[in-house]
């Protein structure tokens, strides 16, 4: 009886010493399948797509008491206030604007036929000439159904 034991003693460890290896063969199966899925859902999050911005619903900001408007034109003409000024002398014309403090916020407006880009020409004149604080005006949407 007892060299049973010891042959059942003598099988459990074989059982045990092909036991402790893994088979990695599912987990590579696993791998190349989420691969496979990040590879086609990759190209598909990155679309670009036509944009159609909506008017803002945020509640209006406080104004101060005098603020400095700069106005871009469809025409592409800029005015402080209501008072034309040529692009080359926009820093001049703001820093008259604002006794010279590069901390007040100028209040942009824009055309709606104004193309972005030319917004942005505009927003990099405001930054060159040391102004940082830019609020962009726009009409309250809601009140517009």
């Known amino acids: 009886m007892g060299v049973r034991l010891g042959g059942r003693r003598q099988a459990a460890e074989d059982d045990l010493a ?6 990695v063969t599912p987990f590579i ?15 598909l999050a990155t679309v670009d797509l036509g944009v159609d911005l909506p008017a803002s619903t945020a509640a209006p900001q406080p104004r101060p008491d005098k ?5 871009l034109q469809s025409d592409l ?22 006794n010279s403090n590069k901390d007040e916020r100028i209040f942009l407006r824009a055309d709606k036929a104004v193309s972005y880009g030319e917004l942005m020409a505009v927003m990099n004149l ?8 830019v609020a962009l005006v726009g009409l ?5 159904p």
């Open 140 to 144: 309250d949407g809601r009140d517009t």
């Open 67 to 71: 603020p400095v408007y700069l106005t």
């Open 18 to 23: 092909l036991a402790h290896e893994i088979n």
């Open 29 to 43: 199966d696993v791998m190349l399948v989420l691969l496979i899925i990040f590879m086609v859902a990759a190209p």
């Open 77 to 98: 003409t800029l005015a402080i206030g209501e008072s034309p000024v040529a692009r080359d002398a926009l820093g001049d014309a703001l820093a008259s604007a604002t």
């Open 126 to 133: 405001l930054r060159d000439a040391g102004y940082l604080k």
